[in-house]
């Protein structure tokens, strides 16, 4: 079965500040789909990026980008120039042949003035 | 863009009752949704995969008939929780799959049984 391990409960970044949110995960297949998703406290699922594997560049939008480590399993999530509404927790999101999201356990991002 | 709407967005029932809540696809064909739970500051976790016109998938330990799910067409699935208890009281979240590898989730249900 997948695993996705997110290792930081809770982050916090100044405001205009970059922060780095970490995510590894395991699996057998070659085929997959990595996410990030943002959960604000109005709890509404917002899909942030979305990574397919057998492409080698990361993928970026706008302020966030990803760097994808297909080797090492890793997806790390950067936001750049954070903001005020950047607040709330982020998942990491497997999804392979079985088409079923798994989930990491979260970290909650705090952004500071 | 996709749109995923879920009913009701919070409801209160007595212990022993059942309560249905319902996910519908508003622009698109979603031929597999997913419903998930969530504790407080935890993680989404899956309790099922519905098909249109088929059985449920349930995940290992979730309770099929507590937890009845029917996916009678291409735009609703719907979670019924039948004789709730307080324990059953949660978040639940629904996605629809909308494309290879597109999943649009609801805006979720908070249940509270009394």
């Known amino acids: 079965a997948q695993t996705v391990t997110q290792s930081q409960p809770e982050m916090s970044v100044q405001e205009a500040e970059t922060v780095t949110l970490s995510c590894t995960y395991d699996?057998?297949?070659?085929?997959?789909?990595l996410f990030w998703y943002k959960q604000p406290p109005s709890r509404q699922m917002i899909l942030v990026i979305r990574?397919?594997?057998?492409?080698?560049q990361n993928a970026t939008e706008n302020r966030f980008s990803v760097n994808f480590q297909k080797a090492a399993k890793s997806f790390s999530l950067k936001i750049s120039d954070s903001q005020l509404g950047d607040a709330a927790m982020y998942f990491c999101a497997y999804a392979g042949t079985a088409s079923k999201l798994t989930f990491g356990t979260g970290t909650r991002l705090q952004v500071t003035l | 863009g996709a749109v995923v709407s879920q009913h009701p967005s919070w409801v209160i029932c007595k212990s022993g009752t059942s309560v249905k809540i319902e996910c519908r696809s508003l622009?698109?064909?979603?031929?597999?949704m997913f419903w998930y739970r969530q504790f407080p500051k935890k993680s989404l976790m899956l309790m099922a995969t519905?098909?249109?016109?088929?059985?449920?998938?349930?995940e290992q330990g979730v309770e099929k008939d507590k937890f009845l799910i029917n996916h009678a067409s291409l735009t609703l699935s719907t979670l019924t929780v039948t004789s709730a208890h307080p324990e059953d009281s949660s978040f639940y979240i629904c996605?629809?799959?909308?494309?290879?590898?597109?999943?649009?989730f609801g805006s979720g249900t908070r249940l509270t049984v009394v």
């Open positions: 990574q397919e594997a057998y492409k080698q």
């Open positions: 699996t057998s297949e070659s085929d997959y789909y």
């Open positions: 996605s629809a799959k909308q494309n290879h590898y597109g999943y649009t």
């Open positions: 622009d698109f064909q979603a031929t597999t």
């Open positions: 519905s098909n249109e016109g088929s059985k449920a998938t349930y």
